[in-house]
């Protein structure tokens, strides 16, 4: 029995708690002292299959359920809660929405799976489906007779390694239990994951760089004071235990604008601080730290200059390699602390009882519990909507995340407080995203991970980015730096060979990104007006929303029909849009259809054109060549002379930007991208873009480029 205030009524009110309790509707749809009174008829083939367990029922009633202390209800209400956004309720209408709880037989086992009722109709597999349920045994039945009886239900699914569920009481995520589950993860991390290289792997800070640390140590008191450490203390030098500290994952809120080091300050912070007064993130995150015995914490605000500009530079560069040897990052995932304050019941797994048919004698339990928790509350968490905290979570070694419950995350693990040895169900890899996880082993080493390709690996990383948000829309490519420098010497490149996004390697593919939304609203209107005064128009960070690179299947046959002669550009958000420049050498043609399309000024971004056929190519064609024209944006201001220019070309594909001369700069035409084409008829299109003579020559194009007249593309 436990007593606890539920967090999410604000109300004064307690509760007492007790684990697996049941409200009489729930004990009606699972007796545990009886047969459950349904049967289901397993059919592998048809996952509609199953039965209805209760009449649709609201949230509103299941909330009544919680309240009065179900444990099934609370499990229920915590699945569909989150969902929101997906069945696309706004909040006031939530209550009045139904559903229906349909137990069903899947590949993997029993799911119980919440359906919302659209249209009012109470058919199976009519509705839409928010979320699932996973029923699985607890116990694995040794003994013959009992395997027997098991055997004649089938498809219940039999327990896995993480069937280890802990069941907790707790009123909060910080608890000394939690604390041991962390010290716990840490030492598995350490002393068993290969993948993860155990602790002091990391390479030193370059030379002459130099870091600030928070001193929280024991002797100090309620005081802390800041520490300068240079790049060559660092590194396993354990005589100072440098290594050793904590770093923190949070949002910024008003309170730690005031609590920030500054130039005026940084003499008092190095003498001695109170905590006092400090945010809550904060303190918990030194709490965490003596509790785990660590003497240092980083913390952005505290350990870089905030009102100095220079200082701000070059500490937001060596970012990446703080997060990336520190010895845990905690990550404020859900409230504005570390801490969180919960009712137990919606994290602990809910345990039924389950009795054979007409057995008396023989029982199991049976864990119900929503599969995909680490994905609700780490992927989705609004924490990793921020910019910055993306390369956070994704240069971090370990890290724990600071839910309803705890969450570690290392290369070679992802497990929760309830299931501590790992969250994974690999009958069901669509309740994970794996694309952070996979981002993050790929990184962590420093040599270049075995079958990686740099773009690849680039265009995971952008497609995840740049669907996060940035205070300071400026800081888009400063923000990523940190990762550019792990995969710029996990691939044997320097930092020139990193250009306001891109990669100088590869640069064909790297120019060839594309919108992800169709959707073009006000706000991405403005936020495109700021990005545009400090990326150029040839780098995804120029352009609002998550932005995908064009992958064409066939990679490896595809021929660049460009050359780079030369670039400039820089990360740090003070530099302009116009100081970043790419020389290239290719055949930008100028095309009259398009020029005709952006002077009508029609709000349309895409547009599929049928070009006439050609035969001066040397290949006889009579059909019209179809092109898809894509814009980044609508045009405005329509250029005077619109080009194609081809980037690639492959069997079938050739695919390239849309350009709008801007004039000449360095004495050079020079250009802005406005969008993208892509054809399938690809050695046509090239025959008509490209000169005979040239185009037909494409084994040596490297001969022809020095013919070329190069070109800017702003
Ligand atoms: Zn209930
Ligand atoms: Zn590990």
């Not at 202390?69 to 956004?85: D, N, S």
């Not at 058919?123 to 027997?148: A, H, K, M, N």
């Not at 095309?591 to 349309?604: G, I, P, T």
């Amino acid at each position: 029995m436990a007593s606890c205030a539920n967090p999410h009524d604000n109300a004064e009110a307690t509760s007492d708690l007790r684990l697996d309790h049941l409200c009489n509707i729930c004990q009606s749809n699972f007796p545990p002292s009886q047969p459950w009174p349904w049967t289901l008829k397993p059919n592998r083939y048809c996952l509609k299959n199953g039965v209805s367990l209760r009449e649709p029922s609201s949230v509103m009633e299941l909330e009544e359920g919680s309240k009065a202390g179900c444990h099934l209800c609370t499990t229920l209400l915590e699945a569909i809660l989150p969902e929101k956004a997906i069945i696309g309720l706004e909040r006031g209408d939530i209550g009045k929405s139904r559903f229906c709880i349909h137990m069903l037989v899947a590949l993997e086992g029993w799911v119980l799976q919440i359906r919302h009722l659209t249209h009012g109709t109470r058919e199976i597999g009519g509705d839409l489906p928010v979320t699932d349920l996973l029923l699985e045994r607890v116990d694995r039945s040794t003994d013959d007779t009992t395997q027997r009886i098991w055997n004649l239900l089938p498809y219940i699914a039999e327990p896995q390694t993480r069937t280890k569920a802990v069941q907790t009481l707790s009123c909060t995520n910080v608890n000394p239990e939690a604390i041991q589950q962390i010290r716990e993860w840490l030492r598995t991390c350490t002393e068993e994951h290969v993948e993860c290289g155990g602790y002091g792997g990391a390479k030193p800070l370059p030379p002459n760089s130099s870091f600030r640390l928070v001193d929280v140590g024991a002797h100090l008191g309620d005081k802390v004071r800041l520490i300068e450490v240079s790049g060559d203390q660092g590194a396993g030098n354990l005589q100072h235990d440098y290594d050793r500290y904590i770093t923190l994952s949070y949002r910024w809120t008003d309170e730690v604008k005031e609590t920030r080091l500054t130039a005026d300050n940084k003499t008092d912070f190095e003498e001695s601080i109170s905590t006092n007064g400090w945010p809550k993130v904060y303190r918990d995150a030194v709490s965490i730290a003596h509790q785990l015995g660590v003497r240092y914490l980083w913390i952005d605000s505290l350990c870089i200059i905030q009102d100095q500009r220079e200082d701000w530079i070059k500490q937001a560069a060596l970012m990446g390699d703080i997060y990336s040897r520190g010895f845990l990052n905690l990550a404020a995932v859900e409230g504005p602390g570390l801490e969180v304050l919960r009712n137990p019941l919606r994290v602990a797994p809910c345990l039924l009882t389950l009795h054979m048919p007409r057995s008396d004698s023989h029982a199991t339990k049976v864990l119900c519990y929503r599969p995909d928790d680490i994905r609700k509350a780490v992927d989705r968490a609004p924490l990793y909507k921020r910019g910055w905290c993306f390369q956070e979570r994704v240069l971090s070694r370990k890290s724990v995340h600071f839910g309803d419950q705890l969450f570690w995350e290392c290369a070679s693990l992802r497990a929760s407080e309830t299931f501590p040895l790992r969250t994974d169900v690999p009958m069901r890899p669509e309740y994970l995203d794996t694309a952070i996880h996979d981002m993050k082993v790929a990184l962590r080493s420093e040599n270049r991970p075995p079958g990686a390709s740099l773009h690849r690996l680039w265009c995971s990383v952008v497609r995840c980015y740049s669907q996060t948000e940035l205070t300071k829309p400026s800081d888009r490519v400063i923000a990523l730096r940190g990762i550019a420098n792990t995969m710029a010497r996990q691939f044997g490149l320097v930092s020139a060979d990193f250009l306001a996004g891109i990669w100088k390697p590869g640069i064909a593919f790297q120019l060839l990104w594309a919108r992800e939304s169709k959707v073009y609203s006000d706000a991405d209107k403005r936020l495109t007006d700021q990005l545009e005064n400090h990326f150029p128009s040839w780098s995804w960070a120029s352009c609002p929303g998550e932005t995908r690179f064009i992958e064409l299947d066939i990679h490896q046959f595809s021929w660049s029909l460009i050359r780079l002669d030369g670039a400039q550009a820089s990360d740090d958000a003070a530099c302009s849009a116009n100081a970043s420049l790419l020389v290239l050498r290719g055949w930008p043609v100028r095309c009259k259809q398009v020029e005709d399309w952006l002077a009508r000024q029609n709000r349309d971004r895409k547009k599929i054109f049928q070009f006439p056929s050609t035969s001066t190519g040397g290949v006889l064609s009579t059909e019209p060549v179809a092109v898809t024209m894509e814009l980044d944006k609508p045009v405005s201001e329509p250029p005077v002379l619109v080009c194609l220019l081809p980037v690639l070309s492959s069997f079938g594909f050739v695919t390239g930007l849309i350009l709008g001369s801007v004039g000449t700069r360095q004495g050079m035409v020079a250009y802005r991208r406005l969008g993208y084409f892509l054809s399938g008829s690809g050695t046509r299109l090239v025959d008509m873009l490209v000169p005979e003579s040239m185009g037909q020559s494409l084994d040596n194009l490297e001969a022809v480029y020095d013919t070329l007249r190069p070109f800017i593309l702003l």
